[in-house]
């Protein structure tokens, strides 16, 4: 009986070649695309999911109720870690993490690292494999670092190092460091990469900020004893909190902050370690968003949907050729469950070849959508088994499901309708149009989003940022000659070179460098009796001038020399609350005012999805820049370019140059919304191909059925425009209904998602109507080629068909 049912299958599927074919792209790109989307998810909710104790790690977040409202930080002063652990209990390790990119020097090798800076009980919190050497206390010795094992070739060229020494640059000296072990390389799915990891206590800066509360300039993380509750720690950190931040309370409430709704100022909150890569500070406040990957499984899952729909409408569809089969199967004696199998066995057949096919269809392509969608996720996470059950449970729901309900509707026909070739009384042209809406409904939103989305990218990319973008490179001063000194070098080195306007730098880079390293600092101090926080920039005198940024009061720096004064924004003069800024005196260090020399107009200086902050420019040879800035002319921006990494070669010859134009920069800030993007317009475009699939099949098949009817029409004088009105408009009502529906939804949808940025594009009714649109000419194009060869057909031929 089952081979006889596998042959009747086979053969109706042979029969109907264009059907099945249909079906089986159809359904095989669906697969493809959900697999490939479903893996980038997994990807993306992995992060820091490979910790055995991640449960009880957690990134101690720091919040204050402000006048101007809650406000969030992660940086903590040197003092914070070692003082929490000996004071609030419950702690069973604790580790500082500093990021900090450092030059690295062996022999003649000059290479810029990413070093973190930790104390001992990172590598007994966290699960970073050690490959060779001490794999219980790496970290016990101050002067003992571990590398991995890409830092290890690239430094030494070898792995087999254990007990080498060799230098890092620190505050310009180079001090020597011995290598204790050698650790795995650092996976994709962390957000506590380094290259080599060394203790906290040999950063630069410890020794003058060790006692500091003041300074805060490093993240925290805590990992917890077993039984102790994150909310339990909170509270008992409470007193904690009081005694050493009693001044900063005092402050706050000085200033006419409000308390929380527990009636207090400052609180220490965690965050668990599998929330810190979703985690943002928003409105002051710590919010933690999955969107991205759960918008990729909706994507994945609305693809499949799509699929499926078109299966179960040409299935329907399809269901009205073999109305005699059934009912002389019928008559013969087989069962509603015969039939049942029948069908549905015809439908697991299609389903176990498309799924055979997208299998095939993801390894394939894997690479290219790696590239595209900027992830790194592999082959082997095929093989996890929470992706296989899950990949699994998906297939045996849409078969038994998607394959089961057309069976299930033909098998129930009863024989004497079968045998008249009666259809209507199953409901089923109400199904095929609620599913048809839901279908375009889908597209229709994908397209708005899509719309949308590249026009916020277009806006971001266009808007006017307040800086030359488009002439100012920036590059990494990662050498071994003292920063401020290369910038002075350069400008010796480019001088009278046309193509070079201006040379300068900052502790802090513009966008997103080609290094992939961003900063910020942040200082308090008192002005007249009250709080003030700015934002601060150690820059060159000739910085305002190399970025283009216009004043609007006072004067620049005029020299190298003129340190004693600052330059502010005009976000910062409004916080000073000064009614003339040039006459204020900051002091920004203890018993050291400093008189503001300047005011510049406020430029956009952090990413479009935040407002425009106080920041603060000073100069000062101590503290030092870590980026140059050239300014080149326009007409020769290539040459320029050139000029500058020639220059940069002869000077430090050992340190590489990447360097990089500020709109590069900026464009790379918009990494996460262009892969957004990406997604969703293919999302998009593969949701118009799948639904025009499914509209084309079925455009024939109502064409097949209504073949005598059109042929009527021709005779009595019909014309081929009324006639291919008639077979379109019922398609095209469908794909009106379903604009209806989708456009509130996906102006829903898209105002929440644009009240992320500060600065967004406005929602115009045109984003819809175009998609509606796209939608409705698609749909035109589709079946319109085939309504049209019908209503021209020879009705005598039409009228002969039985």
């Known amino acids: 009986m089952f081979i006889n049912y596998l042959k009747i299958a086979w053969r109706n599927l042979i029969k109907d070649k264009l059907n099945t074919g249909l079906n089986v792209i159809g359904l095989s790109v669906a697969f493809a695309v959900a697999i490939l989307l479903g893996m980038a998810a997994m990807y993306q909710l992995s992060f820091e999911g490979f910790h055995k104790n991640g449960d009880a790690i957690y990134k101690i977040v720091k919040t204050l109720q402000t006048p101007k409202g809650p406000q969030a930080g992660t940086v903590h002063p040197a003092p914070f870690s070692p003082t929490l652990a000996n004071e609030v209990p419950g702690v069973k390790r604790i580790t500082r993490y500093l990021q900090d990119g450092t030059l690295a020097i062996q022999a003649d090798k000059e290479i810029d690292m990413d070093v973190v800076w930790v104390d001992e009980d990172f590598f007994s919190m966290f699960d970073f494999p ?98 102790v509750t994150a909310e339990g720690f909170e509270k008992s950190s409470r007193s904690y909190v009081d005694f050493h931040y009693n001044k900063n309370i005092e402050m706050l409430i000085r200033d006419g902050a409000s308390a929380d709704s527990d009636g207090r100022y400052i609180n220490l909150n965690l965050v668990p370690l599998t929330d810190v890569h979703f985690a943002s500070l928003k409105s002051g406040t710590v919010v933690v968003s999955r969107s991205l990957p759960y918008l990729i499984l909706g994507v994945a899952f609305l693809i499949l949907f799509i699929a499926c729909v078109n299966y179960i409408n040409m299935s329907i569809a399809k269901s009205a050729k073999r109305l005699k089969e059934i009912g002389m199967r019928k008559t013969l004696g087989a069962q509603k469950k015969q039939l049942f199998f029948q069908f549905w066995g015809e439908s697991l057949f299609v389903f176990m070849v498309s799924i055979g096919i997208g299998v095939l269809l993801s390894f394939a392509f894997l690479k290219d959508f790696k590239t595209v969608f900027n992830t790194n996720v592999n082959a082997d996470m095929l093989l996890k088994p929470s992706f296989l059950l899950g990949l699994m449970g998906i297939v045996i729901l849409i078969t038994i499901f998607v394959g089961g309900y057309p069976a299930l509707l033909m098998s129930r026909l009863g024989t004497i309708q079968s045998l008249k070739g009666k259809l209507e009384s199953t409901g089923s042209n109400s199904v095929r149009d609620v599913l048809m809406v839901f279908q375009f409904g889908i597209a229709i939103l994908m397209i708005t989003g899509t719309l949308v989305l590249w026009g916020q990218i277009d806006y971001m990319g266009n808007k006017d940022l307040g800086y030359d973008k488009e002439q100012v490179v920036s590059f990494p001063l990662n050498g071994k000659i003292n920063s401020n000194t290369i910038v002075e070098l350069l400008r010796d080195e480019l001088k009278g070179n046309p193509d070079i306007i201006s040379i300068s730098g900052a502790d802090n880079n513009l966008g997103l460098g080609r290094d992939g390293s961003r900063s910020s600092s942040k200082i308090g101090f008192e002005y007249e009796g009250r709080a003030v926080t700015t934002n601060f920039l150690v820059v060159d005198h000739e910085f305002v001038k190399t970025l283009g940024i216009n004043m609007v009061a006072g004067r620049n720096f005029e020299s190298a020399a003129d340190s004693l004064g600052v330059v502010i924004n005009e976000a910062m003069a409004k916080e000073l609350g000064a009614e003339d800024p040039l006459t204020a005196q900051l002091e920004i260090n203890d018993g050291v005012y400093y008189p503001v020399l300047g005011v510049v107009k406020d430029y956009n200086f952090n990413d479009l999805d935040r407002a425009i902050e106080p920041i603060t420019f000073y100069i000062s040879r101590e503290w030092g820049i870590t980026y140059g800035y050239v300014k080149v002319a326009p007409n020769n921006m290539a040459n320029a370019f050139t000029a500058l990494e020639n220059a940069w070669k002869k000077l430090e010859p050992n340190a590489e140059f990447l360097g990089s134009f500020l709109d590069e920069n900026v464009d790379r800030t918009f990494k996460r919304e262009k892969t957004t993007a990406k997604m969703i317009t293919s999302g998009s475009v593969l949701a118009i191909i799948l639904s025009c699939m499914g509209l084309f099949a079925m455009s024939l098949l109502i064409v097949s059925q209504r073949t005598k009817e059109i042929g009527i029409r021709k005779v009595v004088g019909a014309s081929v425009v009324s006639i291919t009105y008639i077979l379109t408009k019922d398609f095209l009502k469908l794909v009106f209904v379903a604009f209806i529906i989708a456009s509130p939804i996906a102006w829903l949808v898209i105002r929440e998602w644009l009240q992320n940025y500060t600065y967004r594009i406005n929602l115009s009714v045109w984003f819809f109507i175009g998609a509606g649109s796209i939608a409705v000419l698609i749909a035109l194009l589709t079946i319109g080629s085939r309504t049209i060869s019908a209503a021209r057909a020879n009705p005598v031929k039409s009228l002969r068909t039985e």
């Open 130 to 227: 050690i490959s060779s050497g001490d794999q219980n206390t790496p970290l016990n010795d101050l002067s003992s670092v571990v590398l991995t094992k890409k830092a290890a070739n690239n430094l030494f060229g070898s792995t087999d190092i254990i007990g080498k020494t060799f230098n890092l640059l620190i505050s310009g000296q180079e001090k020597p460091f011995r290598v204790s072990a050698i650790a795995e390389n650092v996976v994709s799915q962390s957000n506590l990469g380094f290259e080599i990891v060394a203790r906290f206590e040999g950063h630069r800066d410890y020794l003058d900020l060790k006692d500091h509360w003041d300074s805060q300039y490093h993240d925290v993380y805590v990992e917890l004893e077993d039984g």
